[in-house]
């Protein structure tokens, strides 16, 4: 099971310090250039096995589907790539705390220090571990969890509130928030946009950001999305559903959000079960 660079297990570098600005100098674009291709090899070397599935839930799919659609030779070791509440464009996202995250970026940059957004403090822990498990207070971390990702609450346990709210977000760097809000209002995928010609060119020796293109990824990909996701919203689903061109399994579970593909009651019935079926026949 992988962390996503600048999430609370994954915040050590052999060179930079995580206080620096330098450290932080990434989006989900270095995820897929470095960070997936090296999780695969080492797992590769250490079972010793030729092939491997992957699952990806949210981000987790949007860097596989960029690695796995630019690295043919990693491509080339997923058996099947399960893509959970998928993620490749966001131009109908409808969560209102994202949409209130994009309009205030610029004030968000200047807190964060263009460093570290939603760090895993000790603060937000007390607040998730002490404060969200009163009864006072737990309709309202219950109502943020659904502003951010969609509305279910008769498949959420109440009771692993405290472990919901003082563990997630984990955190990521204010440079992936940054490349997200590039995205926004667009059908496209792209790389990061530096800001200007001259610094795309020196990292990708053309003006603009480079398009990415789902259509050239052959993996075989099984997706399942929910009808109430406010960040993979259906709409958007259905424009990625349409240029994955080894797709073998979909689907769409009406009342599901963001979230109950992770804490969702009847998850293991909905989408697990599933996807044990489709390793063990491809075994």
Not at 110 to 125: E, M, Q, V, W, Y
Request: with cysteine; aromatic share 16%; proline share 4%.
């Amino acid at each position: 099971m992988g962390n996503s660079r600048g999430t609370t297990w994954s915040r050590k570098h052999m060179y930079l310090k995580t206080n620096s600005k330098e450290f932080w100098a990434f989006s989900f674009d270095e995820m897929a250039k470095y960070d997936l291709p090296a999780s695969i090899d080492f797992i590769v070397k250490q079972t010793g096995q030729e092939e491997i599935f992957y699952v990806g839930h949210s981000q987790g799919t949007t860097i596989a589907f960029i690695t796995f659609s630019t690295i043919p030779k990693i491509a080339e070791r997923i058996k099947v790539f399960f893509a959970l509440a998928p993620v490749f464009s966001i131009k109908y996202l409808r969560s209102p705390l994202i949409k209130m995250a994009y309009k205030w970026k610029s004030v968000i940059k200047f807190f964060s220090g263009n460093k570290a957004f939603l760090p895993n403090t000790a603060f937000k822990r007390l607040i998730g571990s002490k404060l969200c498990p009163l009864k006072i207070f737990r309709k309202t971390c219950r109502d943020f969890l659904f502003m951010l990702y969609g509305y279910d609450p008769k498949n959420l346990n109440m009771s692993r509130m405290d472990v919901y709210m003082s563990q997630n977000p984990a955190g990521t760097s204010f440079q992936n928030i940054l490349h997200w809000s590039q995205l926004f209002n667009s059908s496209y995928m792209k790389a990061f946009d530096w800001g200007s010609p001259v610094l795309n060119v020196i990292h990708y020796n053309q003006t603009t950001a480079p398009l990415y293109n789902v259509t050239n990824m052959n993996v075989s990909t099984a997706t399942w999305n929910g009808g109430k996701d406010l960040m993979a919203d259906p709409e958007d689903t259905g424009i990625l559903l349409s240029e994955i061109a080894n797709h073998i399994y979909h689907k769409t579970i009406s009342y599901y959000n963001h979230i109950d593909f992770l804490f969702g009651l009847d998850v293991y019935h909905q989408v697990y079960q599933e996807i044990i079926d489709i390793i063990q026949r491809n075994i």
